[in-house]
């Protein structure tokens, strides 16, 4: 047989596998079949090896080549082109084939020529008729539609990174790159932004179905949910009310669901017709131990076929898509869609270096999507140098699979290194002290405050060791079996501890092997210690990712209620070396977590200003926005000329990105007529670039106003708990010191008001005509007691009226009531000399009111009735809390209960507006 008949022949085959009858031109009988093949079908230009019918209408041809000439199958696309727009015989339409074929017997390769720019791509196998009638029958390609046919993204509800990885997405698909890559880092929505664009592909691309691709139960689970949970930005209805999403448990593809998930174990399954250990599904093919035996080869599957799917989302796409299990992806027509937060250069390669969207850890902890974290190191003497046992020594010997222990001799001295710690030997002394270590620090240096024990996740090498280490737990913290849980793969009920560990009070420790260890949210975490070590780098980075996730401070409580805020920072607590062993590619951003805030500050004032101080200073700062309110950004961001307190963290860390660093060094060297390339650059230039960038970014903690606020920030949220000192009474009463202290801050106040009375816009009210009086705000009274309570004044209104009591006592009113902050009113009016008594801002707006009223009685020559006068007195208690009154202030609960500023207006009609006016005037000033 020559290699031209048995290609033939083989596709031949591959013809009816997918449905095709094939005929010769003496056999012609176009209605066998939806799809024919013709063989050698007369053309004026020569015999095409074979045109294709479907439903009797020519529309494809296939140029045969034998298979020697496989590699070279581009070369025949002008003979493929030749015979598609050649006339037919027998065929009035001289329309051009649409469908274009090249194969051997092993490979093929296809065109659709209604794509924009045809490009040709490699199928593991013939396309069905009736897909090519389902084309035939579409205004437009799938490829039109995605370079022509996607509207504009909106943008709300999304982070600007899932914008970015969307439209990157988007620009690469209308490009029609076959494959494309997001990295994203753990935390930042990676599965949202698949979702979303999923969403906008089956709505706007009209694809036809999508397979979301994972590598464990657990995984296709979370996403499965997630799929539920979305909700279009352009419908009110869910995801799974608008699109059929099948969750695949067997061997059948649902014909009507538009999104697939499936592990890529089962996709494998099915696909080489070998039979699926359901246990396979619950752990990462990456991380699973490799086969033995030679695995099947992937082979076509009619039931599943190539053009099954328009695309393939992979999540977690740095691990189980290589090796034996990249023949799934081979198999489908689809274009691949990687997500991951931790690719390799093997990732890269994969998917061509089309990296459509990249943010990375360093950006997810400074834009606050994430939280940085810090190292914890426990070291013991028999984890770093094993120990050894001597011969008739009395110990427990333990079967590893039943766990049954027996008593007996060593029959011979045992030295075990540290690499056989819990494998062939365990000692309960080294995980004890481990785990006793990892209680006092977390008690007394770590979370010194909490009163319940952060949530924290273990590491264990096995699930022997996760027992063992559960056990000693327990034992440790005094604590009962909610208390500490494992989490693994073959606990009959994971998913429920899982979500009692991410929802619940308990428990409050974790211990699992792999199940939470990539890609499973638990966003209470705050400690995570590591008790195995950790060879994959990608593996180690996906560990860690567990506890980077940000929670705000009611979601926090919740779980671990004596935190006082956001979750700011996860601690890595290191008993094994890992992060040693492993290089990660992300990196702790706290490099000197001992170092104070303000010297920090002074470090890049001064210099030096080396990596660990820039990175720790961002980290604190980010760490820092999180935890001050509103008024504290706000004066930080007034002296550092507008920049907010998180972009300062921000563009620290961006200034020591090595990219954009080089990227600078060659913009540099291109401004002094310096043609360089990345690996030409000199080390001295890169290092002037990172000092250009770095000094950009330092430059707003030049001034020492904007130091000290940031300072003062940290200072107001913080307080000392002295548990040392004991105190007791020993005098009861004002001594000389304390009026002398009660003075100087009377003197104080004094010195202020007339320093800054052109400054602060309630002190102008003081100072300036009468009929500038009604300017007075409850704005103007809070800046200036703002500014007045603040380091390193510290004038509160408490603190100065009680100052006054101390020292004027005689002309003090009500130094035992509650103080309100528009006391400062009276206090300023007091201490301007405009009062002769101070006494509560509510009492003399309530005597002024009354003398008011009065007075405008007589004048009228009638009285308000009742209800007005009632009316007016819930105006002067709003004056009396406010400062004034507005049309806008009948908003509020107690005037909006009674009838708001319609009763309002019913009551005193156009006159309104004057009585405001008046009381605003007459009350307050």
Not at 306 to 335: G, M, P, T
Not at 400 to 429: C, G, H, I, M, Q
Not at 569 to 596: H, Q, W, Y
Request: aromatic content about 8%; some cysteine; glycine content about 4%.
């Amino acid at each position: 047989m020559t290699p031209e008949t048995k290609a033939r022949q083989q596709i031949d085959q591959k013809l009816e596998q997918a449905g095709w009858v094939i005929q010769d031109m003496k056999q012609l009988n176009l209605s066998a079949g939806m799809g024919v093949a013709i063989r050698e079908y007369t053309t004026d230009t020569g015999p095409a090896d074979y045109v294709l019918f479907v439903d009797r209408v020519a529309c494809g041809v296939i140029e045969a080549k034998k298979d020697s000439a496989g590699e070279n199958l581009t070369a025949t696309e002008s003979q493929t082109e030749r015979y598609a727009t050649a006339n037919l015989k027998w065929r009035k339409d001289n329309t051009p084939l649409r469908f274009l074929f090249e194969a051997t017997g092993q490979i093929v390769r296809f065109t659709d020529n209604a794509d924009p720019a045809p490009r040709s791509r490699e199928l593991f196998h013939f396309v069905q008729p009736a897909q090519l009638k389902e084309w035939l029958a579409q205004p437009d390609t799938l490829r039109r539609r995605l370079a022509e046919q996607m509207p504009a993204l909106p943008e709300q509800n999304l982070r600007d990174c899932q914008v970015s990885a969307v439209t990157g997405l988007e620009k690469s698909l209308a490009q029609n790159k076959p494959r494309a890559l997001i990295h994203m880092a753990t935390g930042a929505g990676k599965t949202f932004t698949a979702i979303t664009a999923v969403y906008r592909l089956l709505k706007f691309g009209g694809a036809k179905r999508i397979l979301f691709l994972v590598d464990t139960r657990n995984l296709g689970k979370q996403a499965h949910q997630e799929f539920m949970a979305y909700t279009p930005p352009d419908d009110a209805r869910k995801f799974t009310e608008l699109y059929n999403v099948q969750r695949l448990a067997s061997s059948s593809i649902d014909p009507h669901a538009q999104v697939c998930i499936s592990t890529i174990q089962r996709m494998y399954s099915i696909l080489s017709c070998e039979s699926l250990d359901e246990a396979a599904e619950d752990v990462s093919p990456n991380e699973a131990q490799q086969p033995t035996k030679q695995q099947k080869l992937v082979r076509y599957n009619p039931a599943i076929a190539v053009e099954e799917f328009d695309f393939i989302i992979i999540d977690e796409c740095h691990r189980s898509i290589y090796n034996l299990w990249k023949q799934v992806l081979d198999y489908f027509d689809a274009y691949l869609i990687g997500l991951t937060a931790t690719p390799d250069k093997r990732t890269f390669g994969f998917f061509s270096e089309n990296i459509v969207a990249e943010y990375s850890y360093e950006d997810s902890v400074a834009d606050g999507v994430n939280v940085g974290y810090d190292v914890y190191e426990i070291v013991t003497e028999v984890t770093q140098k094993g120990s050894e046992l001597k011969a008739k020594e009395w110990v427990d010997h333990r079967d590893r699979a039943t766990r049954k222990k027996r008593w007996a001799e060593t029959e011979e001295d045992t030295a075990y290194s540290a690499k056989e710690l819990d494998k062939s030997v365990v000692n309960p002394s080294q995980i004890r002290q481990v785990i006793q270590a990892m209680k006092t620090a977390v008690e007394t240096q770590i979370f010194p405050a909490r009163k319940e024990t952060p949530k924290t996740l273990i590491f264990a090498k096995t699930d022997s060791h996760a027992d063992d280490i559960i056990n000693i737990v327990r034992e440790v913290y005094g604590q009962g079996n909610a208390f500490c849980r494992k989490v693994t793969y073959s606990e009959k009920d994971a998913d429920g501890v899982l979500a009692s560990f991410r929802n619940d009070f308990h428990p409050r420790i974790a211990v699992t092997v792999d199940m939470i260890a990539t890609g499973t949210d638990v966003k209470p975490l705050e400690v995570l210690l590591f008790m195995r070590d950790v060879r994959s780098k990608g593996y180690y980075e996906q560990m860690k990712g567990r506890g980077v996730r940000s929670l705000d401070a009611d979601s926090l409580k919740r779980v671990s209620g004596s935190a006082d805020g956001a979750k700011t920072r996860f601690v890595l607590i290191d008993a094994v070396g890992v992060e040693k062993s492993c290089k990660t590619e992300s990196r702790p951003l706290e490099k000197n977590p001992s170092m104070a805030l303000k010297d920090l500050l002074q470090g890049v004032a001064l210099g030096p200003r080396d990596n660990d101080i820039v990175l720790s200073l961002a980290n604190r700062l980010v760490r820092l926005n999180k935890q001050i309110d509103d008024k504290a950004k706000a004066r930080i961001e007034k002296h550092s000329g507008g920049i907010p307190l998180g972009e300062l963290g921000k563009a620290l860390i961006h200034a020591l990105d090595p990219d954009a660093i080089v990227q600078t060094a060659l913009a540099t060297a291109k401004a002094k007529g310096i043609t360089r390339s990345e690996d030409s650059l000199l080390p001295e230039e890169i290092d002037a670039a990172r000092k250009t960038r770095v000094m950009a970014a330092c430059a707003p903690f030049d001034k020492p106003e904007l130091r000290d606020e940031i300072e003062n920030a940290r200072r107001e949220r913080e307080q000392l708990i002295d548990h040392i000192n004991l105190d007791q009474v020993t005098f009861s009463g004002f001594s000389e010191q304390a009026e002398a202290q009660a003075k100087k801050t009377i003197q104080s106040f004094a010195d202020y008001l007339k320093a800054h009375k052109d400054e602060i816009a309630a002190l102008g009210f003081f100072y300036a005509q009468p009929y500038q009086r009604r300017a007075l705000t409850f704005d103007m009274i809070e800046e200036l007691h703002e500014q007045l309570s603040r380091p390193p004044l510290m004038l509160t209104t408490e603190r100065l009226w009680s100052a006054y009591a101390r020292v004027q006592a005689s002309q003090v009113k009500g130094a035992d009531k509650k103080r309100q902050l528009t006391d400062l009113v009276s206090l300023v009016r007091f201490a301007l000399e405009l009062d002769g008594e101070l006494k509560p801002f509510a009492e003399e707006v309530d005597r002024r009111f009354q003398a008011w009223i009065w007075r405008h009685n007589a004048q009228r020559g009638t009285a308000f009735s009742a209800e007005q006068t009632e009316w007016l007195r819930l105006m002067k208690e709003h004056i009396a809390s406010s400062c004034s009154i507005s049309r806008e202030d009948f908003d509020y609960a107690e005037l909006a209960d009674k009838g708001g500023l319609q009763k309002a207006w019913g009551l005193f009609d156009k006159e309104l507006d004057t009585l405001m006016n008046e009381m605003n005037e007459e009350l307050v000033a």
